[in-house]
Nanobody, 119 residues
C-alpha cells in the first residue's frame, strides 16, 4: 500500500498562486507515476496532471495546461502541483494519486485538500 498525504490547499483570490504537495509513504518503490485529480461538488472527479516517476514525463488537462506545473522529488517521494493564475473554476477538492508498477490506472488516493478561488 502507498499512503498519500496532500497539503497546501486554502482560500485564495483569482489570479493568485498556490502550491500543493503530496508526500508518499509505504510501498513507494512500487509507484510508476503520481498525479493530481480534482472534484467539484456535483461533478465527476477529473484528471489534472500526472508525472512519470522514471523519466519525469508529464501530462496535463487542457483546462490547466500553461497555468499548472507538476513536478516531483524522487528522494523525498513527493509530488508538487504549482498552480498559477488561479480561476474560480479551479475551485475543487484536489486529490493526489499514485499508479503502481505495471498498472494502467491510478489506484492509491489521498484524502484531498480543498482549494477555493474567489472572484
Amino acid at each position: 500500500q502507498v499512503q498519500l498525504v496532500e497539503s497546501g490547499g486554502g482560500l485564495v483570490q483569482a489570479g493568485d498562486s498556490l502550491r500543493l504537495s503530496c508526500a508518499a509513504s509505504g510501498r513507494t518503490f512500487s509507484m510508476s507515476a503520481m498525479g493530481w485529480f480534482r472534484q467539484a461538488p456535483g461533478k465527476e472527479r477529473e484528471f489534472v496532471a500526472s508525472i512519470e516517476w522514471s523519466d519525469g514525463g508529464t501530462r496535463y488537462s487542457n483546462s490547466v495546461k500553461g497555468r499548472f506545473t507538476i513536478s516531483r522529488d524522487n528522494t523525498q517521494n513527493t509530488v508538487y502541483l504549482q498552480m498559477n493564475s488561479l480561476e474560480p473554476e479551479d475551485t475543487a477538492v484536489y486529490y493526489c494519486a499514485a499508479r503502481g508498477l505495471y498498472r494502467s490506472a491510478f489506484g492509491s488516493w489521498g484524502q484531498g485538500t480543498q482549494v477555493t478561488v474567489s472572484s
